[in-house]
């Protein structure tokens, strides 16, 4: 496995993209099973769940194409195949947003239990209980979920929680479904928006995507399309909060600051300096901040868990103590032994973690076991005194394109040592 080898104490300075959102463009792959068309996609992120999607894809009989200008055609005139290979399956999450579209297409499909980040129990039971509500019979043996929708009729389904996932799942099922699909509680979060967008650009009719309403109007068919997704919200807050623990004066392009607000208000409250400007967010910090006090990982709009671990990694060396709830995933708060041993304060119940800044964190030798505690333990390594060594550094690869390479041009010095 890889390792970083990250010197600690530079300070953060430059202009920095963010690329295409992982998980837009994981459901939107997805979606591309709903279209008897060609699907061009650009700004193609490098990101290994993203390959793992596409190899799936392929499994299926659909035929891909990547250009050099990270343009990606997906041509799924041809899908036949109804089994998803576990083997692929196994390797990510959102093989379970296949059952969704895969059932409306070809009316059948076989999938094994999904694979992806050890963050908690993960689930999948709103999923199939949407899908069974649209008069899916959903089997579950041996491990695998078989479910078969030679009818699949529009309903009204009430989540029960705001599940990305499940919307996502639903709204896909509900796209080439007979007649009309509303989903009450459905996520708000703005991948969910761009897969409307996106399903209504092959013609789709989908409305309330962003509100808790969505409402699904079955069309016969899906044709071509080209699309640009959004840029990653993530991405762009593993940056900020790099920037502000490190200190400088960092200027994040391509981002829509309105998706993660929630970031920007406690970086403001914390000492940080942020300007923004259409897509661009400028960031001047002196590194010497107060901590966000309370974290409280809620659905969107609220703070996002997936940035949770790399926010915790800030409150490790700002002025004063911070209670971070974790709501959505239960061992999200994997990587405080690690920051532990890196000489932070760290008290962990349950969902909780206590965490009161110290003077300096001071490099160790630790592992990353999923991939935002990855990105939060590389933050930690630049911040820290002294040398880390961070091993299992592929766990971050699977939402960051060279992660260390975009830090290294805002000025810190990271190592990949590949063995
Ligand atoms: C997606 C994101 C992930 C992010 C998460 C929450 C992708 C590929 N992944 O994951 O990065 O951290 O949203 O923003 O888009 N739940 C159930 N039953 C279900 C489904 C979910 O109880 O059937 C629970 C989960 O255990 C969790 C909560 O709902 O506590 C949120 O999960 P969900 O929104 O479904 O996350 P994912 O779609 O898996």
Known sequence: MDKF????????????????????????LAGCVLSSGVVCLHNYPKFDDIDKMLDILTSLGCKIERKEDRTLYIDCRNITNYVIPQKLAKKIRSSIFLLGPMLSRLKKVLVTYPGGCDIGSRPIDLHLKGLKTLN???VERFGFIEADAPNLIGENVHLDYPSVGATENIMMAGVLAKGTTKIFNSAKEPEIVDLQNFINAMGGKISGAGTDTITIQGVEKLGSVEYTPITDRIIAGTYLLAGAGCGGDITIKNVDYEHIYSLITKLKNSGCKID?????????????????SSIET???????????PQALVLQTISEGTCIITENLFETRFKHTPELIKMGANIVTRDRMAIVTGVNKLYGADVTCYDLRAGSALTIAGMLAEGTTTLNDVKNIDRGYEKLEEAFNKLGANIKRVTR
């Not at 600690?8 to 295409?20: A, E, R």
């Open 5 to 28: 080898i990250i010197n600690g104490g530079n300070t953060l300075n430059g202009v920095i993209d963010v690329p295409s959102a992982k998980n837009s463009y994981l459901a939107i």
């Open 136 to 138: 899916a019979k959903i």
């Open 276 to 292: 923004i400007k259409g897509d661009t967010i400028r960031q001047v910090s002196n590194g010497k901040l107060k901590t966000f």
């Open 298 to 308: 809620l659905p969107y709009p609220g703070f996002p868990t997936d940035l949770q």
